[in-house]
Structures are given as C-alpha cells and as structure tokens.
C-alpha cells in the first residue's frame, strides 16, 4: 500500500491545526505544521502574526525558509504525512488537497476565544476584522510571490464547510474521501450554509435540477432539492454539492455567476427558508 501524503489548507480560524492533528492521529503520520514555525518565528520578533504576515510581504526570505521545507517532505516521503499548510497544496502537487472553509463570524469567534500570545483581540468584531486583514495580507503576498490564488477552490481534491461539524467527523470524511477516486472539487457543506433562491410563493421547494448554492464567496449546484430538505431536517453536518465557481468567475453569457444567483436569491426567499427549517444563517452575503 502506498504511502499517503494529505495536505490542508483553509482560511484563519477555520479549524485547520486540529482538524490536520486529528487526521494525522487516526493514520499514525507525521503531522508537519508551516503555521507552528510562523507562530515561533513571531514570539521570537515580539510581534503578532498579522504583523509577521505584513512584514512578510515585503521579505520573501521569511516564506522560502519554510516553503524549503515543506518540498523536502514531498521529496523524502517516509510514512504516512499530513502537512497542515497554507501552500501546501503548491508545493505537493501529487497529494490529497484539502480546503477547509467557514464563515467569517465562526472563524473570529474561535479565534477571539483561543486568545494566543500571537494572536489576541478585544472583541468579536475586531478580531473579524482582523482576520480578514490577516487572510488579505497571505493571499496578496502568495499572489505576489507564487502567482496563486489561495482561496480558488479549483486547486484542491476536497472542500470541507467546518461550520458546525465536529473535528474528529471532519478528518473522517477526509481519510474516507482521500482513498476515492474524486470528481473535483469535491464540496461538503454544512446545509445550514447554503444560500438558496427559494420562492416563498411557492408550497413547497421547486423540484426542479441544478439549483444554484452559495457558500460565502463560491457556488455550488445541487440536483436532488428534497435531499437538501432532509439534511436540514435531520440536522446533518454535511451535504455534497458540485463545485461551480467562484462569485467572480464568468458563467454562460458572459455574467458572473454572482451577478446570475443575484436575480435569483432575495431577503423574503431567505427569510422564508429561515423560518421552514427553524435555524437563522451565521451571516448573509453583504449584496443581500
């Protein structure tokens, strides 16, 4: 049996470093952990790790010390690894790629109440901001360094909504999905996240295929809308969706798919999913 290499991505407070250790426990590999050396290189410099990332823009060296490392893992592969890494994905092509995403105001809430030497803030909405300072800071500098768009779900094999679901359910969706043979992206969402243009109007759902999704900044399609109806019910901390695209990226007559489910998602429509399945979002999009 070959060796498996996992590595995993995601956005600040999205849960990565624990779910990354809770894989890594279950295959007995060896957890490796680019955000570890970042957060010692900080305490070292007395600064936090938002200033370390801006500093990092301008200091290529600080990003090359590690990225070395992160390509020897790849090039001297002794047992089962997990690589709990922003760019791991780019610098280990041949491995299980895994993303994983939540909403802006759960990623500060987990992150307000971690409180680290490297990373504290006086409330909730100043740690948002400054998470997503911190997220604006990596992807201009990966960008500017790599020529790589981090937050492009098209470069991993897995996407997983951590919104609500428990880290040891997440890595095992991740070890069950990393021996299959995907169409990806793959995407698992939590059914609570999913932005959809229900017509308030109507009895019951359109049964109509190919309903657009949104989960903050992409789209997903699902074809089974009673499905979607019975992960809800049931409360179920995934739902399997097609990846579509990005809010920005071009689809059919030359429109974002943004500006295409604009037309289609309303406040009523939302509202009214709200209330047939008894839960309210964590956030709704700022176009809404």
């Known amino acids: 049996m070959s060796l498996q290499l996992i590595t995993i991505s995601g956005e600040p407070g999205c849960g990565k470093t624990t779910v990354a250790r809770q894989v890594a426990h279950i295959l007995q590999a060896e957890y490796y952990s680019t955000g570890h050396l970042l957060r010692q290189l900080a305490n070292e410099l007395g600064i936090s790790i938002l200033q370390l990332n801006q500093q990092a ?8 010390k590690i990225d070395q490392k992160t390509l020897e893992l790849g090039l001297n592969l002794q047992k089962n690894t997990v690589v709990d890494a922003r760019l791991g994905w780019h610098f280990l092509p041949k491995a299980f790629k895994v993303y994983l995403t939540c909403p802006s ?95 308030p109007s109507v009895a019951d759902y359109p049964k109509t295929k190919n309903q657009l999704a949104r989960v903050e900044s992409f789209w997903c399609m699902f074809t089974l809308p009673e499905d979607l109806e019975v992960a809800l019910s049931n409360a179920d901390d995934f739902y399997a969706a097609t990846f579509l695209g990005m809010d920005t990226e071009v689809f059919g007559l030359h429109q974002t798919i943004k500006t295409i489910a604009q037309k289609l998602i309303t406040v009523a429509g939302v509202k009214a999913w709200e209330k047939k399945y008894h839960f309210s979002y964590i956030q709704y999009p700022s176009w809404l």
């Open 57 to 64: 823009e301008l200091d290529q060296t600080i990003d090359q």
């Open 105 to 199: 105001k759960i990623a500060a809430q987990r992150v307000f109440q971690r409180n680290t030497s490297t990373e504290s803030y006086a409330d909730l909405a100043t740690a948002e901001q400054g998470l997503m300072q911190r997220q604006a800071s990596e992807n201009a500098r990966f960008y500017k360094f790599y020529r790589v768009h981090l937050s492009q779900l098209r470069n991993y094999d897995l996407v997983i909504d951590t919104s609500f679901a428990d880290p040891q359910s997440i890595a095992d969706k991740i070890i069950a999905y990393s021996c299959q043979n995907l169409v990806t992206p793959t995407v698992l969402l939590n059914p609570q996240s999913i932005l959809v243009p229900y017509l």
